[in-house]
């Protein structure tokens, strides 16, 4: 598959989930409404970014190893809808790599793919262009690749990678822009929020969301599973605070 019948494939995808053509996502609210598609967050080593496990009846989980940052987690889960939506095979445990040479074709292309999600072409495009329309020598600056990164909220990675090759960087600064270990201190600076470049924050690491949680509550609505097997079910699923209460309804401000 080469790279406009991926982009094309993200475009699509976009448009069936409701969303245009350049602006950034927030990329797990989203999958929170995805019929069948249940979330799992949860510490997994270094190794592994996510997996996606297809059931029967377009049911699907996909995990995201939280111990990884906020911005490779969200292109971990939209590295996943690739195999959710196009993959045919049932079942990707997807290594800690993003588009390497030595990837399988498929990791490469949902690599590809989560980036054009993420950064959709037309608006990416644009706004690098008009950043580097603003410098004298028409290519970006390391803060504006800051800035393209926080707007769509990727890893400064996944942004260095977009932009090789691009029009708008200069050749000769991509190595010492893609390993600069200023990244975190210049965002902090430029007044980002670091959050993109770390892990989900201690008590957040774990969570499900979505459709098991749904469909756990309904049987249990129903009186079809115990109690025990509900409470069982939730805890299994690090939903603890369904369980034993974690402020809830008492919590909630009408505002
Ligand atoms: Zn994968």
Do not use: W
């Not at 799992?40 to 996510?50: A, Q, R």
């Amino acid at each position: 598959m080469n790279d406009i019948e991926i982009l094309t494939k993200a475009n699509q995808l976009r448009c069936r989930l409701g969303l245009d053509a350049y602006s950034p996502v927030n990329v797990f609210e989203l999958a929170q409404s995805i019929d069948g598609l249940t979330t799992v967050f949860y510490p997994m080593g270094e190794n592994i970014s996510g997996m996606c496990l297809k059931g029967k009846g377009g049911t699907c989980v996909i995990a995201i190893n939280s111990a990884m940052s906020l911005g490779r987690q969200r292109f971990s889960m939209a590295h996943e809808f690739y195999h959710k939506f196009f993959d045919e095979n049932m079942k990707a445990i997807c290594a800690m790599v993003i588009a390497t040479e030595s990837g399988k074709d498929t990791e490469k292309i949902a690599d590809k793919f989560a980036s054009y999600f993420l950064m959709p072409s037309v608006g990416f495009d644009n706004m690098a262009e008009k950043l580097a329309s603003s410098n004298s020598d028409n290519k970006l600056t390391f803060g504006d690749i800051i800035r393209l990164e926080q707007y769509f909220g990727v890893s400064h990675k996944a942004a260095m990678i977009r932009l090789k090759n691009s029009a708008f960087l200069a050749r000769n600064k991509f190595e010492a822009f893609f390993s600069n270990n200023i990244v975190y201190s210049t965002a902090e600076r430029m007044g980002f929020s670091t959050d993109l470049y770390r892990p989900s924050a201690e008590g957040q690491s774990y969570g499900s969301f979505g459709y098991y949680i749904t469909l756990a509550n309904k049987l249990h609505e129903e009186e079809a599973i115990s109690d025990g097997k509900y409470e069982e079910l939730m805890l299994s699923a690090f939903r603890p605070d369904l369980v034993y209460g974690g402020g809830g309804d008492s919590e909630y401000v009408i505002d």
